[in-house]
């Protein structure tokens, strides 16, 4: 119990009073002679008990009745926590995401919270309201009511850790302020922990939304699995996280024109294909009807005219085996021995070979230093007899050096699985018992900061990666090496090469750290922009002598396609999709959660904060007992004998 004016209770010493009235009263009996003393004797002690007795239940009576009123007027109160000297502040989390789309009892998830909210929290009310794509800082209902209820899905879905550690930042930073943080979401299961640690002030309340049922169907993804020189197989995957369907339609469109269309029978994943003919540019949509979840019912995708990758190899050596590799297709290869190399058209490459050289120039040096500083990559392949000191001059630009050369038999046994040139498709696992290719001898190289490729059996480096140059530390000619026989050259020469200039692929992930390189001019000060529908977005990009390196992550943030634009001219066409993560609608079991309070609705949730913000007064009480026991005197004194 509380007080709103403590300082009152000092009156309670005035009860000192009435008890020093009743226990110290001047009056003395006067004496009355009779003839009759035994029976006046027993009258009195009779009148002397009873008065006694009416005495002490008067006082016990006034006392109660002045701590009645004190208490009254010092108007006494209860509460869950001491709600009266303490601030408040409240910060809600509305999870925006896709998965919200889903149907509950009354409308879509999302939608039925906002009204909710509108419709629970006071318009006065200073709250601070975050989801997944904006905030609002101590503003009001009525400020913001329309953006609430106009609130869009996000693509973006931040982690339980990153809404705390951002609804923590919008709390001040006051002593006993009592602080509400309010979490509204479906919890999708997602594959990380939630522990949260709280003061003693703070409640977060978890209000978790459950559709009426999970059934989804998505696509997933799609691919090209097959390239003919007249046709190519799109490969479509559809998942369904409900039950079984036995008729969902799906549609390919190339612009707003339907050029197939096709129908599946889906469990839990299906795959369907479509041909598509080579060579063609197709700004393709894949469409299913989903009643569902909306956002993973479209998959946009780009085949635009395949650039070449322009590669040179400067020879002194055999390169037979390139030419296998760079295939017309795919590849403008270039094979000139070391002696005729035209130095001009270094700059027109993406790729360059030194294939056994002896002894580099120092104007061979200077050029490669250039090409690699614009983008260019390097394949490095040291001859048997190499002048080490011109060697070790390029090499110092990637920070590492040849020794001597080591004629000792080596075994090639270790791959680095996880290396960009081999996490796609090169392997379906990962292999322990291949025929080793080998060498005779290869030399030792020292360096700061590389990342290896292939290893020998000892785990010195046969082939590494020093930023955008790939060395190998030993001559590949059939007389040291059988590596040029071996499985592992065409993915790894071939790769190296594809990352030399990564063109546009079939489509990204908005949120995922997209790069793709576009080969083309620009004047001083141009810049290249995503365009679609009137949304402009400027990349971060960075310009070279005949391409542009572009990367995105959270922009553009709308599923599409969008042309590359230099100012006006359409350079290619490049399609992002919303990531799939949230397609499969699996929920969290909140009741792992510890420290924190479970909602399972919001009107819920806002009844349990102002029945813990409740002040229960108590004066009334007070002031009811104190003339109930004004009543009980009287009747004492007019009654009592």
Known sequence: MQFKHPELLYALCLLLIPIIVHLFQLRRFKKELFTNVALLKEIKQNSRKSSELKKWLILFTRLLLLTAIILAFAQPFTTKNNSLESQKETVIYVDNSFSMQAKGSQGELLKRALQHLVGNIPEDETVSIITNNSTFKNTTTKVIKNDLLQLQYSSNQLSLDAVLLKSNALLSQKKNTLK????????????????????????????????????????????????????LQLKVLLKNSGRPIDNIPVSLYNGEDLIAKTSVEIDKIVETTFTLPTNEIVNGRITIDDVNLRFDNTLFFNINNRSKINVLSVNEQNDDFLKRIFNEDEFNFTSTSYNALNFNSIEEQHLIVLNEVDNISNALISALKHFTSQGGSVIIIPSNDINVQSYNQLLSNFNANFGALVNSEKRITSINYSHPLYKKGVFEKQVSNFQYPKVNSFYEITSNSFASVLNFEDGKPFLYQGQNSFVFTSALNNENSNFKNSPLIVPTIYNIAKQSFKTPELYYTIGNENEFEVETQLQQDDILSLVNNGISVIPRQKYFNNKVIINTSETPDIANIYNIKNKNETIKNVSYNYDRSESNLVYENLSNYKNVTLSDSIPEVFDTIKSDAKVNALWKWFAIFALILLIIEMLILKYFK
């Open 180 to 231: 509400n943080l309010i979490f509204i979401s479906d919890f999708q299961q997602k594959n990380s922990s939630f522990n949260p640690n709280l003061d003693s002030l703070t409640t977060l309340h978890l209000v978790k939304l459950e559709p009426i049922n999970s059934n989804n169907v998505s696509i997933d993804s799609a691919f090209i699995s097959e390239i003919t020189p007249t046709n």
